[in-house]
């Protein structure tokens, strides 16, 4: 790199210029967060990335919560059918990673534990002769039914569907569907039990 743009890159009009686009981002989001979810507790910290219209693609019910450190990925890729709804008094546990490339869908009373990654989207790797972060993403819908309960650390791989009032285990890698008042746990997770 030309060593005037490198300094220019580094210098005090960069960082104006990043600090005003920093700030038009957090009052996006603070108008999102306190505005469009007044009915919701929307922690200060949660991180929304990805497409520059992620906010018009998140809707979320009255009553629900997103816990701190969380981070909401959207792609930014309109050619992906990407769009989060979370229903009524749902809890999403502190440092949770949501990625959406494909719709994914939260249901009513549900309950995420911390630390929890709930994906839409799985790497490519049928190739050899290409490296598996350049093969793309193959995108899936995933759908978790109301009044499920889904322990702290766990995985919820794309193209899963979670019945309504099933229970995952903490620390669960969840990769096949689950049917409503289930039980699963373990790595990959498969059912347990049934609830009573």
Known sequence: MNPFFKALNRGPIFRLTHAIAEGRKRHQFECWRRQDNAGSLIDSEVLITGSHAAFSKITIGRGSEIQR???????????????????????????THISV??????GDNTIIGANSYLLTNNHRFALRNIPIRD??????????DEDVWIGANCVIMAGVEIGKGAIIGAGSVVTKSVGAYEIWGGV?????????
């Open 69 to 95: 450190y969380c981070r909401i990925h959207i792609a930014g890729d309109d050619s992906y059918e990407s769009k989060l709804i979370i229903g009524k008094s749902v809890f999403i546990g502190q440092a």
């Open 135 to 144: 093969q793309g993403y193959d995108c899936k819908p995933l759908r978790i």
């Open 188 to 196: 990959p997770a498969r059912k347990i039990g049934d609830r009573p």
């Open 101 to 106: 490339m494909h719709a994914m869908t939260i």
